[in-house]
């Protein structure tokens, strides 16, 4: 494995294992990735049209530390697997069209309505 997706796999299994601890998590959920622009030649529209064919919802927010890409999951199992496998996906999908990622989120849901396996 790529070390730099090594040392982000470790990282979202630490960061998700530790809000597990404080938290309750939901058994589904929907998850926010966020993805900032690696350099000046970052292709929105491209990443954003390969991404929506994918099933994803994808939003750019112009926000005063600088423009990110939000792209959403539907309803997912949560896990620190199923979160990884996004990830990682979405990580490499990001580094063709000059995109880093910049950390994720969820938002749990209270049904099974749209659920999808990664």
Not at 2 to 11: G, T
Not at 83 to 94: G, S
Request: aromatic fraction near 10%; glycine fraction near 6%; proline fraction near 7%.
């Amino acid at each position: 494995m790529d070390p730099d997706l090594e040392k982000q796999r470790n990282e979202t299994f630490w960061v998700f294992n530790d809000i597990a601890s404080k938290n309750p998590i939901p058994e589904m959920a929907i998850v926010d990735f966020h993805m900032i622009p690696s350099n000046s030649h970052a292709e929105w529209e491209k990443m954003s049209k390969e991404l929506q064919g994918q099933g994803f919802t994808v939003d750019r927010h112009d926000d005063p530390e600088g423009p990110m890409m939000e792209i959403r999951t539907r309803p997912l199992a949560l896990s620190a697997e199923v979160i990884w496998e996004c990830e990682e996906r979405l990580t490499l999908l990001a580094r063709r069209y000059n995109f880093k990622p910049d950390g994720w989120g969820f938002s749990g849901v209270s049904t099974n309505e749209g659920f999808v396996g990664v």
